[in-house]
């Protein structure tokens, strides 16, 4: 697509719309920059103004949209607000950041998506590629904007996405070499309303693959499998529950693929640094796109030896006074909460709690008996998860107006041989910036309870 003399509206000023604003200014293009926040809530505005980059703040571009040749959205902006509707009525292109930046992509894409997993997945992923590529760039929704290195992209770089479904919105030639969906659960049906759209915009990742293109799917998650009808690619399945006669897959505490002809052990999980059955599904999600990717088996063992897991995910913090402090403030749904619960293997006492993103707590807080301690709740859904657990006959419960109070609540509850787990089930907006926020005031508390 040609973007010199265009007139584009890009909406959001977060990352990934400055940094598709300031690409398109490079570009040729005339930009105005939009955010519904009021000028003075924003930051570098003044530097932007002085790009030649235009600015409409303080409310949705309603009266302006159909002034532009093309609408690019940032993924946090919902694409059901009137000025997306009009924008489309008046026949003007909208899509999102992630899409610009593929136009502009000169080398093969990997995209990783699911609910749960997708930035340790796409971190491992990136390593593995990097130990044979240093042209790799990992950009997306794990926090670097796909924007912002696609200027320094060449034929032989690789980039490495992770995609969530709000980046999938308004997708149109997005077309990866390899593309993976870890697994689904309900999650953001606050935005997207209903499981089916939900899935719809995490499928959108392999729709413009071919016969000659790979889709990694989770074989032991039946929304992932029935995926396997609905794409081009040739699909290469993981497995933690069985074993498979193509694919790659845990059994016994050791992780074995048949893949090309070739079968082999890759390695134990005892070798790995990441625990839970969850990591097991990632490192074997990132060896089967490794592997697609022409990587050796004895490279990629030797990355994921070497793997330590990502900040902010079952992170262990510090033990004081003989309680283990774990940083999970990526658990923001319900799944990824249960999946650190279930990791501990000590008492929890357990903070949860944030904003609401209109799912239900059951499956998680029917856990909570003979693995969690107390709980502590924080946020918006403290009475939705109050009411679930009290269903499931858990009562041990602490209501909390700060993240200071429940910090200071859970040293006070937890006792020699506890652990006390950030692992919220919800979004950290409304409290929080954002999850990154969120896990680093943890740590930081934790650092102070260590010196007090």
Known sequence: MEYRGKKVLVCGMAKSGIAAAEMLCRLGASVTLQDSKKREELQNVSELENMGIALYTGKNPDDIVTQYDLVVMSPGVPCDLPFVLEAEKAGIPVISEVEFAFTLTPCPVIAITGTNGKTTTTTL?????RAVNPKTEVVGNIGVSYSSVVEQLEKDSVVVAEISSFQMEKAVTFHPHISAVLNISPDHLNRHKTMETYIEMKERVFYN????????????DPV????????????????????LTEGIWLKDGEI??????KKEKLLAVDE??????????????????????GV?????????????????????V?????????????????????????????????????YDKGVSFDDWTALFQGRVKKLVLIGK???????????????DIVDCDTFEEAMQTCKKEAKEGDCVLLSPACASWGMFDNYEQRGRIFKEIVQRFMTE
């Open 296 to 316: 050796a088996s004895e490279t990629i063992r030797e990355v994921l030896r070497a793997f330590r897991g990502v900040e902010h995910r079952i992170e262990y």
């Open 381 to 395: 859904t403290a009475p939705k998860i109050r009411a679930s657990a009290q269903k499931q006959g858990f009562y």
């Open 224 to 243: 992932c499998r029935a995926m396997a009808e609905k794409t081009a690619a040739r699909v290469f399945f993981f497995s933690s529950q069985r074993e």
């Open 256 to 261: 074995f693929y048949a893949w090309d002809g």
């Open 209 to 220: 693959q071919t016969a000659q293109d790979v889709t990694v799917l989770n074989e032991a």
């Open 125 to 129: 992923v990136g390593e593995l590629m």
């Open 272 to 293: 790995l640094q990441i625990l839970g059955v969850h990591n097991y599904e990632n490192v074997m999600a990132a060896a089967a796109i490794a592997l697609c990717a």
């Open 318 to 354: 510090a033990t004081v006074d003989g309680v283990d402090y774990y940083n999970d403030s990526k658990g923001t749904n319900t799944d990824a909460s249960i999946r650190a619960v279930l990791a501990m293997k000590k008492p929890i006492v357990l903070i949860g709690g944030g």
